[in-house]
């Protein structure tokens, strides 16, 4: 079966559109089959994969970075659940990078295309996110408080630095530190309306390209990580802020993991997320886990 790469150029600021090409070709070099489309503003990747889908595409290329691979997860579901065929995708890093890729050893856009060479796969569980105006989907994570504001500033002010960029927009953030409270259930269990810095519904480990946010989450597993960091000084927060590259942040006293399968929500109004990668206001309602539901080239 054939393969379609969605590619977004400006992705890296440009650095994908350039590097695309040669990419393309050596992966038709070792016998897949590719057609190619290019995406030229937010929400394409959604468009073309959903009407793919509906034509009969199961295989997808997302050339770019996290937001590509969000888009075409987001085309192709809730439509694929209606069947047998599990949607395929695999993922080329050539934009800011991939963090969910991270959690299967592939760091730098040569180690996705020895894994595409390779055609082996990895069933990944996908996070359906229900909220007042409909439904998402995603891979990575879904956090809201402190890390939604620092990717709304980093998407804003500082996308085309990548890592780098996400950690300068963490520093502004840390310096008008909040505690919001969010109500949740997790699993059924009581309600929890405690302030907090930011809590996290991680379906794999890393965000912002090497930040280890939630360093025992399993997109193989059949459940999501919660990662909440509670009320927490502005300077004992910048002080431990470099332990979140190792995953030791857990071990800090403010912070608490656990793992779920669904989480339910009230709020009050539309709050800033973070969902994998991208920043917009939701009302959530209900995050739920879907086991195995993608297969993912890794």
């Known amino acids: 079966m054939s393969w379609l790469a969605l590619i977004n150029p400006a992705a890296g600021g440009g650095r994908c559109g350039k590097r695309a090409p040669a990419a393309i070709a050596r992966l038709r070099a070792a016998g897949m089959e590719i057609e190619v489309q290019h995406t030229s503003r937010a929400g394409e990747a959604t468009e073309l994969s959903r009407a793919a889908w509906a034509r009969g595409q199961r295989r997808f290329l997302a050339v770019g970075g996290d937001g590509t691979s969000f888009e075409i997860v987001n085309g192709v579901f809730p439509h694929a659940l209606s069947g047998d065929e599990r949607p395929t995708i695999g993922m080329l890093p050539l934009g800011t990078g991939n963090s969910f890729l991270r959690d299967f050893g592939i760091t730098k856009a040569e180690h996705a295309l020895r894994a595409l060479e390779r055609g082996d ?178």
């Open 121 to 298: 796969t990895q069933r990944c569980d996908v996070v359906k996110a229900t909220h007042a105006d409909g439904e998402l989907y995603f891979i990575n994570l879904l956090s809201v408080g402190f890390s939604a504001e620092a990717g709304g500033l980093t998407n804003r002010r500082f996308k085309p630095l990548g890592a780098a960029g996400y950690i300068a927009a963490v520093l502004i953030t840390a310096a008008r530190l909040k505690h919001p409270r969010f109500s949740l259930r997790v699993d059924g269990g009581a309600e929890d309306t405690r302030p907090c810095v930011l809590l996290s519904f991680s379906n794999s480990r890393f965000t912002g390209g090497t930040m280890m946010m939630a360093p025992e989450a399993d997109a193989t597993d059949g459940a999501f990580d919660v990662i909440r960091i509670g009320e927490m000084g502005r300077l004992s927060f910048v002080r431990s802020f470099p332990s979140i590259f190792r995953g030791a942040h857990v071990q800090r006293p403010e912070v608490e993991q656990g793992r779920a399968k669904v989480v339910e929500l009230s709020l009050d109004e539309a709050v800033d997320a973070m969902v994998d990668g991208e920043v917009m206001k939701l009302k959530l309602e209900r995050l739920e886990i879907l086991p195995g539901a993608l297969e993912v080239v890794a």
